[in-house]
């Protein structure tokens, strides 16, 4: 389909307008959450009101609450003093950054013969209230996680803690079945007849699993510590470009290799390789022989593995609805052009200039180039020599929701040539096997356009500059209008130049006057 029509958007569709500025939604512009789990205890302060909100602080204790509960029934000694000292801790961090705080407690405390004493003692040294949830709620919880990293999305989420384990199914945004089980690796170090034992125990569960939940066969979203440990091994095995967790993609096959991977190397030689705690490495191959049997059960079409949890669950149970139907992507990136830009909107109409390059795109590729046309300028003040190098990064390793690792990839591709003609000598070397010889051209084609477009800051109300693609003739319009022409300059026109190169086109530019 031709583009030749000057775009007009002003409402963003189909992405709608900016929510952030609600008076209802900056409410929740910093949320504290205490998670108080089986093996940790973690806070997280989330900052700003966009949808993919940002991890303002982010602390972990390896507490190991759970450890020798099913012997003794009750917690750790050990880990229950220093989990009192890290909320301690904690309560006072947050009354510092003006932030009131919501405390959660898992399968440990909620089993534990002392967890009420626990968190009673909580409440008397720091004031805390700890809410103690069952595992179905737990599971709701992270499933609820999961959504908000993937908006509308269906599959079985798979939450495996230090002490138990919870699946729950999503469906067109919403939580369906819940079940909680005592697969969590804490558990398992206790069962007696070694490794036949466990895989006896786990074989027996599951199939009480499959007969709650019945035929899954969608997507496995893998939530937890231990499953994102096993990820970043199979990263290591793989050899695997891009060390970002969240949205890594894993199959059956994947989860085979790496299982024999993990038994075939020695544990401390592999943790130090891939950067994984002692008390985290320790849980590791009691997980993988329940990710083995769950995948075994289940037969996923994919595995997704969720840096989203119970913590981000908890922020989405506050968030209105008219705020989780957004895009967390779009949200995100719009709220930090108009925190970090110099000209915040450029971006929305940047968008309608570049759009008609990508006419008849799909709208996962639109929102892309929506995406890259609100970052375009937010790293501006970063050294001139290192700024695509600065945006390449930003892209491809910040907190972003609803993105795959080669959107990623896409995205910070196209921003590093908002700034650089030339990817040669840049990290984006290291992954471009993640991209197909397509998407590389069209991210080249967006960046170099975002480049050019950024020289033509104008009014909103001004009619300025617009394209006219024809891409079955390979012909680009640039039109001016007699106001923009003089922007035209000889920077300008190397930059046209330079896009009209990388669109393999032939290139005309008219100024069009007030006759016309």
């Not at 997280?44 to 390896?62: C, H, L, Q, T």
């Not at 892209?395 to 080669?406: D, F, M, V």
């Not at 393999?504 to 016309?516: H, L, N, R």
């Amino acid at each position: 389909m031709d583009g030749t029509t000057e775009p007009t958007n002003p409402d963003w569709e189909p992405f709608g307008r900016p929510l952030f500025a609600d008076p209802d939604i900056r409410a929740l512009s910093r949320v504290g959450v205490v998670d108080i789990g089986s093996n940790s205890v973690r806070l997280v302060v989330f900052d700003g009101a966009a949808r993919s909100p940002a991890y303002f602080y982010n602390e972990k204790i390896m507490c190991a609450l759970g450890k020798g509960l099913g012997e003794t029934g009750k917690l750790n000694p050990e880990g229950r003093a220093r989990a009192l000292k890290a909320i301690h801790r904690f309560q006072l961090l947050a009354r510092g950054m003006g932030t009131e705080l919501s405390a959660v407690a898992t399968a440990a405390v909620r089993s534990a013969e002392d967890g009420a004493d626990f968190c009673a003692e909580v409440k008397r040294e720091t004031g805390l209230d700890i809410y103690v949830i069952d595992g179905e709620e737990e599971a709701r919880l992270s499933a609820q996680g999961v959504l908000l990293g993937w908006p509308g999305s269906y599959g079985l989420v798979c939450d495996i803690g230090g002490s138990s384990m919870e699946l729950a199914e999503i469906s067109g945004g919403q939580v369906g079945r819940r079940v909680t089980s005592d697969l969590g690796p804490l558990k398992l170090i206790d069962i007696k007849g070694g490794k036949k034992g466990r895989e006896a125990v786990i074989k027996e569960t599951m199939k009480k699993l499959e007969a709650v939940m019945g035929s899954q066969r969608d997507r496995l979203f893998l939530v937890g510590g231990s499953w994102r440990a096993i990820a970043r091994i199979d990263m290591e095995r793989r050899n695997y470009p891009l060390h970002v967790l969240h949205e890594y993609r894993m199959d059956a096959s994947a989860v085979r290799d790496t299982a024999k991977f993990i038994a075939q190397h020695d544990l401390e030689e592999l943790r130090q390789r891939v950067g994984i705690s002692d008390a985290r490495m320790s849980l590791v191959p009691y997980a993988a022989e329940v990710l083995r049997r769950l995948v075994q059960t289940f037969r996923p079409k994919d595995i997704a593995i969720s840096s989203y949890g119970i913590r981000e669950g908890m922020l989405f149970e506050q968030m209105p609805q008219k705020l989780r139907d957004r895009d967390p992507l779009i949200e995100a990136c719009r709220h930090a052009e108009a925190k970090d830009a110099r000209l915040p909107g450029y971006g929305k109409r940047l968008f309608q200039f570049v759009e008609p390059l990508f006419a008849g795109a799909r709208p996962a590729k639109l929102r892309l180039v929506k995406a890259a046309c609100l970052l375009h300028d937010v790293s501006w003040r970063a050294h001139p020599d290192y700024r695509a190098e600065t945006v390449f990064d930003n892209a491809t390793r910040a907190n972003l929701g609803g993105l795959k690792h080669e959107e990623r990839v896409f995205l910070g591709l196209a921003l590093l040539h908002r700034y650089r003609n030339k990817r040669e000598g840049t990290r984006f070397e290291a992954m471009a096997s993640i991209l197909s010889d397509a998407e590389i051209q069209d991210a080249e084609v967006l960046g170099k356009a975002l480049r050019f477009g950024a020289m033509l800051w104008m009014s909103e109300k001004t009619r300025g500059a617009w394209f006219e693609w024809r891409p079955r003739k390979r012909q680009l319009t640039l039109r001016l209008s007699e106001e923009a022409a003089p922007l035209y300059g000889e920077v300008a026109e190397a930059r046209f130049q330079s896009l009209v190169k990388s669109l393999g086109a032939e290139a005309e530019v008219k100024v069009v006057t007030s006759a016309d």
